[in-house]
Each structure stands twice: as structure tokens, then as C-alpha cells.
């Protein structure tokens, strides 16, 4: 596979990004308008049936991608006239760097739901209304991890920017193992919140689950827009980290949208699931940062010692192992409690 000629430019695939997209919505638009039209607490059950729903389509779907590359490949002669060219192995490493960056924004999210539970709690938004924040949470997403992966897909053109990425997710890894833990509500970030009050007026109470009201002839919000907003903040900064890390493990933008897009999918009832017991994964920062710390060397040094392109093969075994082991030894040994001062 040739790492200077696309598998997929966006010239020949814009209606497949429009399609996925179209797809993605019709996801949701379901999911909203027929399984959650009532507000209610979503159980672990449930949130574990969906989660295996949402990861079942992300499989479907890779294998659905490799085999149309199987088919497509060959056909392409703009690709076949790439000197070494081998289709079939290209199909092969790409569906393995798909299901590698889901792997990755996957077990990101993890560790962004400790995140989503104390917003989430500072706010004080009802469990019954907890799924319709991270729903339209979510909408929010893929408007920005769309312009995120477009600028990065723009800005890799240039070799020192895969350094730049490298180095950055390198520190980042770092600061995830070693640096000191906050809250997702610090004082320097509480100016948005006082900056929005200032210029839309906020009821006092929750309106169920209705993100506008009028009250005496004029629009407010309700708390549950403020916590909306503050998700959709702090998802900016988990894109930061994680478009540039699965950047680091492909250099497709189709597979980079598709991964991250499938991945987010199933935040929602990953929360659901998981937002009891995440203090159980408190090693789980030391995989994630490793991995980090991994791709970015990949990115910035491995992939040229290996003529470009690090054995992706590889770089999921690495992945899977080291969260995996993370995991283990989080329910190993767990997190000592903390006693009361």
C-alpha cells in the first residue's frame, strides 16, 4: 500500500461521507424518536443491550468495508497503477485500521465518562433526562469531530505536522499517566457558564426535558441547556486528543471519520453502563496513556523506520494488550477507599 496515493479521496467518495452521514442520522433520529421518546432512567440492561447493538453495527460494518475493498480495489486502476500495489492486502491492513481506531476512541470514552458523570451530577440533571443530554451531546459531536478530522486531513499533508501530532499525543499520554486529576467544572472554566447567563436568561429549575421555555412573553433555558453546552465543551477537548490519535494509525480520512463516528455512537449507553463503576478502571489512565504515548511514536518516528507504515497488525496487538491489561489489573486490585478525614 502506498503511503503517498489515497485509498479514498474525497473527490471519488464525497457520497459515501454523505451517505454514512445520512446513515448515521437515521440511527439517531430512530434511536430518539422511537426507543426514547419517553424520558426515563436508562438501566444497566438496557444500556448493555444497546451498547452491544452499537458495537455489533461498528463490526458489521468493517466487514461490510473490507469486503467492498476486496471488490473495489482491483477495479480502481488508479490504484493498480501504483507500482507494488497489492489490493487485497491493502484491503486487509485498512479494515485493521478501522476496528484499530475504534479500539482506541472506544477506550477513550471510558475514561471520559468519569468526565460526563460529575458534569452531568454538578448540573444536577435527572436520570430521566440524562439520555436526551447525551443524545443531542453526541448530534454536537459529529459536527465537530467532522471539522476536526477535515482540518487534520488538510494539515498531514505536511511531514512536520505528523511530529507535531506525534509529540503532542506523546505529552498528552504523559500528562494522562502523571498529571494531577481535576474537575471538569474548574474556575477558569466557569466564565462560559457566566458569559451565557449574561446574555440568555436561565430559569431556576428544570422544564422536564425541554432545553427552551417561555416565561412571561420571552425565551429562556433551562439548566438542561447549560450542561448541554458544557458537554459539548469538554467533547472538544476529548477531540483533540483522540482525532490526532487515530490519525497516528491511519492516514485515511474515511477511515478516521467512520471509526471516531461508530466509537461515539456508543458513548451513550457506555455511560449508562459504566458511570457506577468507573472508579473500578482507575488504572485504566495508565493503559490510555501508554497507548498514547505509543501512537504518537508511531506516528512521528516508527512509520518511517518501517517505510512508512508501522505493521498495523502490530499496533492493534499493543493496543488490545495494554488496555486490556490495564483493565485486569484495575479489578486486580482495586482502588483503596479513601478514608474519611
Known sequence: MSATAPLFPFAEYWAFYVGFTAFVLVLLAVDLGVFHREPHAVSMREAARWSVVWVTLALSFNVAFYLYMRWSFPLDPRLMAIPGFEPFLAARETAFEFLAGYVVEYSLSVDN??????????????????????????????????????????????????????????????????????????????WVIRLFRRYVPVTGVFKGQRFFVREEGRLHATPLLIALVFLEMTDILFAVDSVPAIFGLTKEPLVVYTSNIFAILGLRNLYFLLAGAVDKFHLLKYGLGVVLIFVGVKMAILNDLWDGHFPITVSLGIIVGVIAVSITLSLLFPKALEEPR
Open 113 to 190: 465518562i468519569f468526565v460526563f458523570v460529575v458534569v452531568l451530577s454538578y448540573f444536577g440533571v435527572p436520570a430521566a433526562y440524562q439520555h436526551r443530554v447525551l443524545f443531542f451531546g453526541i448530534m454536537g459531536a459529529l459536527v465537530f469531530r467532522g471539522t476536526f478530522i477535515t482540518l487534520g486531513a488538510i494539515l498531514l499533508q505536511f511531514e512536520w505536522v505528523a511530529w507535531l501530532f506525534g509529540a503532542f499525543l506523546v505529552f498528552t499520554g504523559a500528562k494522562m499517566m502523571f498529571g494531577p486529576e481535576s474537575g471538569p467544572v474548574e474556575p477558569h472554566e466557569r
